[in-house]
Nanobody
C-alpha cells in the first residue's frame, strides 16, 4: 500500500529553477527504482530521470542533462528533481513513479504513480 505525492511545481521564467519533491507514504524499499516523467499538452509522456534500485545507476534524459538532477533521501522517503535553467519546452505535468522492477519504471509501467504537479515556464 503505497501512495506517491508530488509537490514543488509552479510557474517560473525561463532560466529559473524549481525543485520537485515526491514523497511516498508506505514503505518503499531502497532497492526500488524511482523516476520522474513528464507530459506536455499534445505530447507523449516521456522519461526525465530515473534513479535505479540501490542508487547505483542514474538515467537523465538528454534533453535535460546538465540542467536537472535526480536524488533521493531514503530517511524521508522522498525523491527530488532539481531543475535549473528551465526552458519553455520543460513546461509539462511532472509525475513520479516507483517500482521494484527497473524495467517497469523505465518503460512507464511502474506500479506506483503520483498525481502529477504542473510546471510552467514562460516569460
Amino acid at each position: 500500500q503505497v501512495h506517491l505525492v508530488e509537490s514543488g511545481g509552479g510557474s517560473v521564467q525561463p532560466g529559473g529553477s524549481l525543485r520537485l519533491s515526491c514523497t511516498a507514504s508506505g514503505y518503499i524499499d531502497t532497492t526500488y527504482s524511482m523516476g520522474w516523467f513528464r507530459q506536455a499538452p499534445g505530447n507523449e509522456r516521456e522519461g526525465v530521470a530515473t534513479l535505479y534500485g540501490g542508487g547505483r545507476r542514474t538515467y537523465i534524459a538528454s534533453s535535460v542533462r546538465g540542467r536537472f538532477t535526480i536524488s533521493r533521501d531514503n530517511a524521508k522517503n522522498t525523491l527530488y528533481l532539481q531543475m535549473n535553467n528551465l526552458k519553455s519546452e520543460d513546461t509539462a505535468v511532472y509525475f513520479c513513479a516507483a517500482d521494484s522492477d527497473e524495467w517497469a519504471v523505465s518503460n512507464m509501467r511502474a506500479k506506483y504513480w503520483g498525481q502529477g504537479t504542473q510546471v510552467t515556464v514562460s516569460s
